[in-house]
């Protein structure tokens, strides 16, 4: 018969535990002295999309791309000649010549 001592894992040793507890506060100091040496971006700082914008103007590469993912995405539309379902009157909403008229004058 097996005792149920014998199903444990023997506990890690002082010198084990002193071995594994050096390394992870070596790892925690690599780590701060990494983040801490990375530039802090200020208030001031431009968001990185304002500085990306226009990046790809005239170039033509990004326009056949732009013209390759259009016609990949209208190809994914389907092709049948149905009309587009429309909605009850309840839930459409009012495009702009019925807004304005609908509006007392004041």
Sequence with gaps: MVSATATLQKSPSNAE???RL???ERSVAELTRSTAARPRRSK???KWYV???GR???NPAFEEIVRLGRAYRESL???TGRAKRKLP???RRAGP???KGSRAHT
């Design 17 to 19: 535990l002193d071995r």
């Design 22 to 24: 050096r390394r992870l």
């Design 44 to 46: 001031k700082d431009p």
């Design 51 to 53: 500085n990306g914008a």
């Design 56 to 58: 790809f103007a005239d």
């Design 77 to 79: 539309r389907p092709k």
């Design 89 to 91: 009157s309840s839930k």
């Design 97 to 99: 010549a019925a807004r």
